[in-house]
């Protein structure tokens, strides 16, 4: 795919934690967070390279677990990286179907939703990073032939449409989240396709939610009212966590709100199954398997981590400023520099006690 090529602009577009992390792994990826309905105008590939180095981040090693060593001052504080934390990257992509390999030349998907899921052994407990999809990061680009060009910024979602819609898109997400982290390694990845909503939803036998708002689709075929309950079938849930106005400023916000919604009340009906059949994580996974990419295994980093705490206070979201482009056509998310700094040592690192 060539820089400057656009990724499909017009296409439709608290409790234990460990008892949901297979929830976390694959329903924080349902939501395509600020993925538009349809004909939404998307931000195009950049079309200009910052360098051109020989060697693209995958050939020369990427990151590694063995990072930061020794203590590091920061805030006139001494510091020491955790060494008993694990990183995981989850995404949801905006192709529709079972996964499938695409070539250079073609547009591996924009990974509309991103977290970081941050475990750790030592405190037996977990956090989640949210990382909104226009935040604009140094991606690494790759021409038709899927030679490395060097770097240019771009929004964040980007950087999985320069890759194969497999196994290449995620690492390259990795190294790129990774290095919007100032370089924190993350040790695996899960991603989903659009079209595991239904089959998702479908495993619970449909999720019951409470609407907080008026709300209907663009089509006006799915009607929503304020302060009513229902049970969702699978493809009001496909359009209750993903339509929105894409011709309203930061229409996500609103959108969100309901993914929470959805989510928690996921979050509560499979706890139940779970209580019911320990076996519902396997048969989940197993519904969603074919719209999955990961190189993790999800069910046994859920068996691991049953008993982690994990709360409210947890999901932690970069703070920034979304603004339009100069040319008045995207939304761009800028990070706030200090306080992802201060989050990356809060979350990352250990505080070194006075001797």
């Known amino acids: 795919m060539k820089a400057g090529r656009t990724p499909d602009r017009n296409r439709t577009g608290f409790y234990k934690a460990g008892i949901v992390v297979l929830g976390l792994a694959i329903i924080a990826m349902l939501a395509m967070l600020l993925w538009p309905e349809d004909g939404g105008t998307e931000p195009v590939l950049p079309q200009g ?5 020989a060697s693209s981040p995958e050939e020369t090693g990427g990151n590694t677990d063995k990072w930061a060593e020794g203590v590091v001052e920061y805030n006139g504080k001494r510091y020491r990286y955790n060494t008993s934390i694990k990183s995981y990257l989850f995404m949801g992509v905006d192709r529709e ?10 547009n591996g998907g924009q990974s509309d ?22 935040t604009m990061a140094q991606l690494d680009l790759y021409d038709d032939e899927g030679n ?10 980007l950087q999985h449409a320069y890759g194969d819609g497999m196994g290449q898109s995620c690492r390259r997400t990795v190294t790129t989240v990774s290095r919007l982290l100032t370089g924190i390694p993350i040790s695996g990845y899960i991603a989903m396709n659009l079209d595991g909503i239904r089959p998702m939803n479908h495993s619970l036998g449909g999720v019951t939610v409470t609407v907080e708002e008026d709300f209907s ?14 049970k969702l079938t699978d493809d009001e849930a496909y359009v209750f966590i993903r339509s929105r106005d894409v011709d309203e400023f930061a229409s996500a916000n609103r959108r969100l709100d309901r ?35 990961a190189s993790i295994d999800a069910v046994s980093l859920a068996e691991k981590i049953y008993d982690y705490s994990f709360g409210d206070e947890d999901m932690l979201t970069l703070e920034g400023e979304t603004v339009v482009d100069a040319e008045g056509e995207f939304e761009e998310f800028h990070p706030d520099e200090k306080a992802l700094k201060d989050l990356v040592f809060d979350v990352f690192y250990i505080e070194e006690e006075e001797s």
């Open 49 to 53: 390279t910052e360098s051109t180095a």
């Open 97 to 106: 179907g079972p996964v499938v390999k695409v070539a250079p030349n073609e």
């Open 113 to 134: 939703v991103l977290f970081v899921l941050v475990v750790d052994s030592r405190t037996e407990s977990m956090k989640v990073i949210s990382v909104n999809r226009n």
């Open 148 to 157: 490395y060009l060097g770097t240019g910024m771009g929004q964040i979602c």
């Open 217 to 230: 689709s663009k089509d006006g075929k799915y009607v929503f009212t304020a302060g009513e309950t229902r």
């Open 259 to 293: 993914q929470t919604i959805y989510l928690n009340a996921f979050f509560e009906q499979f706890r139940e199954a779970m209580a019911q059949n320990p076996g519902k994580a396997a048969s989940l996974y197993r519904a969603v398997e074919p719209y999955t990419v």
